[in-house]
């Protein structure tokens, strides 16, 4: 494609170059600093010619074909480029929505672990008050039995000993003031007996 262009440039610069250098010569004698070779000045230009003839057949072409290959691969890796940046911000959308959605599963599920753990603490305290209730309530039951246990106890060692006071009292006939003495008496001797 350029070397469509250049081509053609080279061969009128070529064409023109050849007359104005005829036009400046001419003069013999001189060669000054500023004269210039006819002869030279064409057989250079032809050469370049020339050269660039060939360089525009066999040269150009493949390397501007390279430049150009070179050049759409470069686009297509820029494109390429954009294509996975699209779908990396995709991807990071995507991301993001996950790690949102595991967020609020993880609320979720901690919201549901405060609930059961509430849940069965209450229970635990019920049971534990309804253990202690039954504990409490055994407990008296156990101490009205004890109770009912020692007075009945009581009573018939009260009975007892109203018993073995009455038989003394009965084996001896005495008057009232002997008869105190002897209760007293009999119950101090009980008393040393429970001491001992």
């Known amino acids: 494609m350029r070397a469509s262009r250049i081509v ?3 061969l009128a610069l070529l064409v023109a170059l050849p007359g104005t250098v005829w036009a400046q010569g001419g003069g013999e004698g001189g060669g000054g600093l500023f004269d210039i070779n ?9 050469v370049f010619g020339a050269l660039v003839f060939v360089l525009g057949k066999y040269a150009w072409g493949p ?4 430049v150009d290959a070179r050049e759409k691969g470069i686009q297509a890796a820029i494109d390429g480029a954009a294509d996975q940046n699209a779908e990396a911000a995709r991807l990071l959308e995507e991301h993001k929505s ?11 599920l ?12 209450k229970d635990i305290e019920e049971k534990a ?37 009455a038989s003394r009292l009965m084996s001896e ?14 119950l101090s001797e009980l008393g040393k007996g429970a001491e001992a």
């Open 8 to 10: 053609p440039a080279t």
């Open 38 to 46: 006819t002869g030279l000045s064409t057989w250079t230009l032809l």
């Open 63 to 66: 390397i501007l074909e390279a």
């Open 98 to 108: 996950q790690l949102a959605d595991a967020r609020r599963q993880s609320n979720d």
């Open 110 to 121: 901690i919201a549901e672990g405060k609930a059961a753990g509430e849940s069965v603490r």
């Open 129 to 165: 008050r309804a253990e202690a209730q039954a504990i409490v309530e055994r407990a008296r039951s156990e101490i009205e039995r004890e109770r009912d246990a020692a007075l009945e106890m009581l009573r018939k060692e009260s009975v007892e000993l109203a018993l073995a006071a």
């Open 173 to 186: 006939n005495l008057d009232q003031a002997k008869d105190r003495e002897l209760v007293e008496k009999y």
